[in-house]
């Protein structure tokens, strides 16, 4: 309940303190001088009352401001805040000329009447952007850790079974290379022995692939990988890359790539663009043999490029499209064929990099559609 006023009340409340300044003086030094946003709002959530700190410190107009109700003047604000006594909430804001952006928790001090409705609400603003981001960061790097701490723990479970095979190949080839070795050189002993140092080549290379994976993606989720931006010209990398990737396999399949004849410049870091390219399409390659050849298709959107790989093989199964992207994941249906289920994992990662998008379609046994696409800068 409110007290009314009495003229001794009244008196009291100009009388003056040992300082010189009057109570009234006083508590409107206090106001003036607070860097907190004090705001008194009748029960419309008009305000009839805000303090000098709104126009100081985030450039609004007091003037313009009494009068409206407080959303208008806070874009933010939501209309209706569930107005419960000591309630907090923070809302972004903008300042209109400098476009400083700023964190404020409000805290509302509803003020009843005798018969319990509200008379007014009495809000208290104070800047707290410097402990939200702090808290933020905070709960990135807990995250972050544990995402990590997740990945150390599936790699060793990806690494005890990867690695096992290429490693007692290397180890059978060696040995038996070295009790070769003691034999004369026939044909067929020199064939063999060409035979084993090919396997060596070919699980080392897997093992210098997975490992290198493996740095890639820690690289990548610790934030610590360098972008080198460059102009490229999309259509012709594109292109180029296709080639280069159909010379490579000159005795096995070859990817079409369809392109529009008009060329666009780019901005972008060419290294992850080949990485991420590189890796969808040796996907399509690798998940379907027996197929037709797979597809790049070039699109221009707006202030957007897309790629589109496409392939008419295995296809992710519907239970399994919902993981695909996380690291070391395969699809159920990929059988004997070879992976550690880090490229799309990597390829997501790195499209994040560039400020792209990752997605795709697909039907199990008709193939899949994994779309990339990346603003122009």
């Known amino acids: 309940m409110h007290k009314i006023l009495t003229p001794s009340d009244q008196d009291a409340s100009n009388s003056i303190l040992p300082t010189g300044f009057s109570e009234k003086e006083l508590l409107q030094l206090v106001i003036d001088q607070s860097e907190d946003i004090l705001v008194l709002t009748n029960a419309a959530m008009e305000i009839e009352f805000i303090s000098q700190s709104l126009e100081t410190s985030l450039e609004i107009s007091v ?67 410097e402990r939200e981001n702090s808290l933020k960061k905070f709960k990135d790097t807990a995250f972050k850790e544990k995402e990590l701490n997740q990945l150390k723990s599936r790699f060793v479970s990806m690494a005890s ?58 690289k990548s989720i610790q934030q610590e990988m360098k972008i080198s931006v460059k102009k490229v010209q999309i259509g012709r990398f594109v292109k180029d890359l296709v080639d280069t990737i159909n010379h490579e396999n000159f005795d096995r399949r070859q990817v079409r790539c369809f392109a529009p004849e008009t060329e666009v410049t780019v901005q972008t870091d060419p290294s992850l663009l080949v990485h991420i390219f590189r890796n969808l399409i040796s996907n399509a390659l690798k998940y379907s043999q027996g197929s037709l050849d797979p597809e790049v298709h070039l699109q221009f959107r707006g202030s957007y490029f897309e790629v589109m790989v496409k392939d008419y093989g295995l296809g992710v199964p519907k239970e399994d499209q919902d993981h695909i992207f996380g690291s070391f994941y395969r699809a159920k249906n990929v059988g004997n064929i070879k992976g550690t289920g880090l490229g799309l994992n990597i390829v997501k990662e790195l499209t994040k990099k560039l400020n792209g998008e990752i997605w795709f379609t697909s039907k199990q046994g008709m193939g899949s559609e994994f779309y990339v696409s990346f603003p122009f800068k």
Do not use: C, W, Y
Not at 99 to 122: D, S
Not at 173 to 201: Q, T, W
């Open 63 to 129: 003037a313009r401001s009494t009068g409206k109700k407080i959303n208008e003047v806070l874009e933010n604000f939501p209309s209706l805040p569930l107005m419960k006594p000591n309630q907090k909430m923070v809302i972004p804001v903008t300042t209109p000329k400098t476009k400083k952006k700023f964190l404020i928790e409000f805290e509302f001090k509803p003020l009843f009447t005798p018969k319990g409705k509200i008379r007014a609400i009495f809000a208290i603003g104070r800047n707290v952007t």
């Open 161 to 218: 079974h990867e690695f096992r095979t290429p490693l007692s190949t290397i180890l059978s080839s060696a040995l038996l290379i070295e009790m070769l070795l003691k034999k004369d050189f026939s044909p067929e002993i020199e064939s063999k022995i060409l035979n084993h140092v090919g396997k060596i080549v070919a699980q080392t290379n897997r093992l210098t692939d997975i490992t290198s994976d493996v740095l890639l993606l820690e």
